[in-house]
């Protein structure tokens, strides 16, 4: 039996993880459910996760406002690690960071394989540097840098309003991307990738603020 991980990215229950779950699964606001959420759009009862035919499938159990799997409504749908699943205001991330990061190893078709590889000036082929480098990047996400400790309150506040902001930005890119499964792609338009732009920038200026006391930050 597949033992599953969701964790909370958006929502009341926002950080949340719930962790080596037997299926089936239910997720809902009611106590019972597998995984409870306070969030009053979702119904008592709002989904479930259950195996079938080496298959992980999820269920919408008539619930009132739907459920949505990386954005489409869906009635049924069979899950893969990595797919976000939204239920009222909240939105659940399916997977953990390894079996995430083994879905992107294994989607690289023979296709896009070859569309990773280019040709050196040596005559010889290697991947290209960038795929290659998400890739390792994903393999790292189970260890990221340590909070800061003994934060005062006022610095405690501070951070996570700095993090709630960037939170809620990238929140909005994960709202309008658009998957393309066939091709192990997404599709952005100008607007948001003009928005991770501008937060891409936001980031540097504040690293750069943290090295140095005397820069200030631009308006």
Request: charged content about 25%; glycine content about 6%.
């Amino acid at each position: 039996m597949t033992r599953l991980t969701l964790r909370v990215v958006q929502g009341a229950d926002r950080g949340r993880t719930y962790a080596d779950l037997k299926t089936p699964i239910s997720i809902g606001r009611e106590e019972g459910n597998s995984i409870q959420l306070n969030d009053e759009r979702i119904s008592r009862f709002h989904c479930k996760i259950q195996e079938d035919n080496d298959h992980l499938v999820l269920t919408d159990l008539e619930s009132t406002n739907g459920t949505r799997v990386n954005g489409q409504d869906c009635q049924l749908r069979i899950l893969r690690f990595g797919d976000i699943i939204s239920v009222g205001r909240s939105m659940l991330l399916f997977g953990t960071h390894d079996q995430i990061n083994s879905r992107v190893q294994e989607s690289l078709t023979a296709v896009e394989e070859s569309r990773m590889i280019k040709k050196t000036d040596s005559g010889d082929f290697d991947l290209d540097a960038n795929l290659a480098e998400s890739v390792r990047a994903l393999r790292d996400l189970n260890q990221p840098p340590q909070l800061p400790e003994r934060l005062s309150p006022s610095q405690a506040a501070q951070l996570a309003e700095l993090f709630e902001y960037f939170h809620a930005r990238i929140g909005e890119v994960v709202d309008v991307v658009k998957i393309n499964e066939k091709r192990a792609s997404i599709n952005v338009d100008l607007a948001t990738w003009q928005l991770m732009l501008q937060l891409y920038s936001r980031l540097s200026e504040l690293i750069r603020g943290i090295a140095d006391p005397d820069f200030k930050l631009p308006g």
